[in-house]
């Protein structure tokens, strides 16, 4: 299929300004072929992993709700049948990671953005087959994108999404995730702050940390930063000083996140951490606390200041309300003490009554459950259909 | 003085002490209760009165609650985009946000509850912008 340039491969939908909460009459697919029922989907595409939402139109029912690691198996040349369940070619996620001796891992992302094409187009079929097992729905899908993703970053997913997605929309992951965080049968409550209307959102993923002020408006390119600095910049600084202290540790970089993700921390150093590790079949002990803290450490020093920033550029009118509402979410949120760090550093600068929290644990899912609330409330003609 | 006249000047000083205990002037707002009082009995002594008085005064009080509540967040919202537009005549984002908040107000005014933006208002804004970063054409 030749794909043409950005502007002739999207087009917005031509259908008339109305919600899509009923169930739109079936259209043509790409192939001519008749489309069935239509499934809504929420996407929140990370780089290291990826969370799938999927229902139908007219109802808050989901059907389908999945986080799957954003990586791709390519089994290898020579592997005798019945290795791979099914002789399989091509496996996904969690598989291709249990297979990991007889396959060759490729992720489609790096940083955020698409890295290989054709592994996110084949990542994406995945996603829609996991969706829509019957195949032939046609299938909406609301797709996060980092904070200020430039127009190349934006047409790689449309490319990645043609022929598999039959309407897109693409949004900033961090606004997703106010979306995905708010609880909407509180809104009628008094006393219930609405994060849309004014917060402080702080995504952090695998490629990306994303920080973006929510306002009670579309946030603009400056109401947003995009820091290339997140959990895999952690995982290889602890890489790198693992490899320096213990040389030839044979710690893969997955083993390097499992370490980080149940020991993470930031803030004064957390000695003794020690931390079992089997090396060359052998099991030991090694003291990480340093390592750990030191990189993790990294991170609060890259998103500080673009917090800063936000903060500042935020109207001083509202500002007050805007620093009771800080949130993190994403897989960072998970590093002990982040919060109370990031607090503590505001409230030592100055800053009137910050009050810094965790978006809890849904924050895996914030984004792509904002994604679906999205794909619900967009209007016919807000749609956008990928064109071949 | 007739019954129409008496609950709009009930209407009138309660929304003063809405307004001044939102601004945080209790104690201005305090003197002004004295009225509010005053003006209640006489709804309660007018010979025009169909009674239920209570109930009527309270549906008003959470009315002008509600409205005074909505104005204050709009106007949260509205005054620094409006300082903003006085300053760089970047009128397009105000306009917008302009449109939205209207909305929201409108919105929250029917919900009873504090402005709650529409998803497909944000998609609309979200559109505008790219179109105008990226430049892609209008539909």
Redesign the interface.
């Known amino acids: 299929m030749t794909i043409m340039s950005?502007?002739t491969i999207?087009?917005?939908?031509?259908a008339p300004a109305t919600?899509s909460t009923a169930n739109p009459p079936a259209m043509p697919g790409r192939a001519g072929v008749a489309r069935g029922k239509t499934v809504l989907v929420g996407f929140d595409l990370g780089t290291n992993k990826s969370c799938l939402l999927a229902g139908p139109t007219g109802s808050t029912d989901i059907v389908v709700s999945k986080v799957i690691p954003s990586v791709i198996g390519y089994v290898k040349d020579g592997i005798v049948d019945g290795i791979i369940a099914g002789n399989r070619s091509v496996l996904f996620g969690e598989d291709a990671l249990a297979n990991g001796l007889h396959v060759r891992l490729v992720a489609p992302l790096a940083e955020g953005v698409i890295a290989d094409r054709a592994a996110a187009h084949e990542f994406l079929q995945h996603i829609r087959s996991l969706a829509d097992s019957s195949g032939n729905s046609e299938i909406r899908a609301v797709v996060g994108v980092p904070a200020n993703a430039g127009?190349v970053a934006?047409d790689d997913i449309r490319r990645a999404a043609l022929g598999i997605f039959d309407r897109i929309?693409l949004?900033p992951e961090p606004?997703l995730a106010a979306?995905g965080y708010r609880d909407d049968s509180r809104?009628?409550?008094?006393n219930?702050i609405?994060p849309?209307?004014n917060s402080l959102f702080i995504d952090i993923g695998g490629g990306t940390s994303d920080l973006c002020l929510v306002?009670?408006?579309?946030p603009?390119?400056d109401d947003q930063i995009s820091v290339a600095f997140a959990g895999d910049a952690i995982d290889e600084l602890m890489h790198s000083e693992l490899d320096r202290t213990y040389p030839n540790n044979g710690l893969s970089r997955l083993r390097v996140r499992e370490i980080k993700e149940t020991h993470g921390y930031v803030g004064p150093s957390r000695k003794p951490l020690d931390v079992r590790v089997i090396i060359g079949g052998k099991a030991h002990t090694l003291e990480l606390g340093d390592v750990i803290g030191r990189a993790c450490n990294v991170l609060i020093d890259r998103i500080y200041p673009a917090l800063t920033t936000l903060i500042e550029r935020a109207?001083?009118?509202?500002v007050v309300i805007l620093l009771q509402n800080i949130i993190i979410t994403g897989g960072g949120s998970q590093l002990k003490g982040i919060d109370t760090l990031l607090q503590k550093r505001l409230t030592d600068d100055g800053y009137e009554a910050p009050r810094v929290r965790l978006a809890g644990q849904d924050y895996k899912r914030y984004v792509a459950i904002g994604a679906l609330?999205?794909a619900r409330?967009?209007?016919e003609?807000?749609w956008q259909v990928l064109l071949g | 003085m007739d019954d129409a006249s008496l609950w709009s000047e009930v209407r009138v000083l309660y929304r003063r002490v809405c307004l001044l205990r939102n601004l945080g002037h209790g104690a201005e707002a305090a003197q002004i209760e004295p009225a509010v009082s005053k003006a209640v009995d006489a709804i309660r002594g007018s010979p025009e009165g169909s009674g239920n008085y209570d109930a009527k005064l309270r549906a008003l009080f959470a009315l002008e609650e509600d409205r005074v509540a909505s104005a204050s967040v709009l106007a949260e919202i509205l005054l620094p985009m409006l300082r903003e537009m006085a300053d760089d005549g970047t009128r397009r984002p105000v306009c917008a946000r302009l449109v939205h908040s209207a909305r929201a107000a409108d919105t929250g005014r029917r919900r009873g509850s504090v402005a709650a933006p529409s998803i497909a208002d944000f998609i609309d804004q979200m559109i505008q912008q790219e179109r105008i970063s990226f430049g892609a054409a209008p539909p």
């Open positions: 950005t502007s999207e087009r917005p939908s031509a919600p127009e934006r929309l949004i606004f979306l809104l009628a409550q008094p219930y609405d849309v209307v306002q009670g408006c579309f603009t390119r109207d001083s009118n509202s609330k999205a409330a967009a209007r003609n807000q």
